[in-house]
C-alpha cells in the first residue's frame, strides 16, 4: 500500500506534536515486555541446556586447541627470527631474504610491453 504524500506529511505533523508521548508509550511497551522477553529465553535456554553445554565444551576445547597451537608457532618463530639475527650470512641483494626488505627497489622489474591500439580505438576525442 503506498501512502500518499499529504498522508505523509499528516503523520509526521502528528508524530512531532505526540513525540513525547510516542517515546513513553514505547518505553512503557519494552519495560511491560522485557520480563516476557526474558522468560521466554529462561525457557529455550532450559530446553536446549544440553546443547548448549555441549557446544560450549566443543568450544572451550577448540579455544584451548587453538592457543597451544598458536604460541607453539608463535614460539618457532621467535626462534627462527633470533638463529637468524645470529647468523649474519642475510645477504642485502637477495630479495627472499626477508619480507620488509627494500632491495627490489634497488633493481626494478623492466617495464611491461603495451601494445598500443589501434587507431579507431584511441580515446583522443575525449582529451581534445
Not at 532450559?46 to 604460541?71: C, F, G, L, P, S
Amino acid at each position: 500500500m503506498a501512502t500518499s504524500t499529504k498522508d505523509k506529511e499528516y503523520f509526521k505533523a502528528w508524530y512531532t506534536r505526540n513525540k513525547e508521548k510516542v517515546i513513553a508509550r514505547v518505553k512503557e511497551y519494552n519495560a511491560t515486555h522485557r520480563e516476557a522477553q526474558n522468560a521466554r529465553m529462561q525457557q529455550w535456554r532450559e530446553k536446549n541446556r544440553e546443547k548448549i553445554a555441549a557446544y560450549r565444551e566443543i568450544h572451550r576445547e577448540q579455544r584451548r586447541q587453538y592457543k597451544r597451537d598458536h604460541y607453539r608457532r608463535t614460539k618457532e618463530k621467535r626462534k627462527q627470527a633470533a638463529a637468524a639475527a645470529a647468523s649474519p650470512t642475510s645477504s642485502d641483494d637477495d630479495p627472499t631474504s626477508s619480507r620488509m626488505s627494500l632491495s627490489f627497489l634497488m633493481h626494478p622489474a623492466p617495464p611491461a610491453y603495451v601494445e598500443p591500439l589501434p587507431h579507431h580505438q584511441t580515446y583522443s576525442l575525449f582529451f581534445v
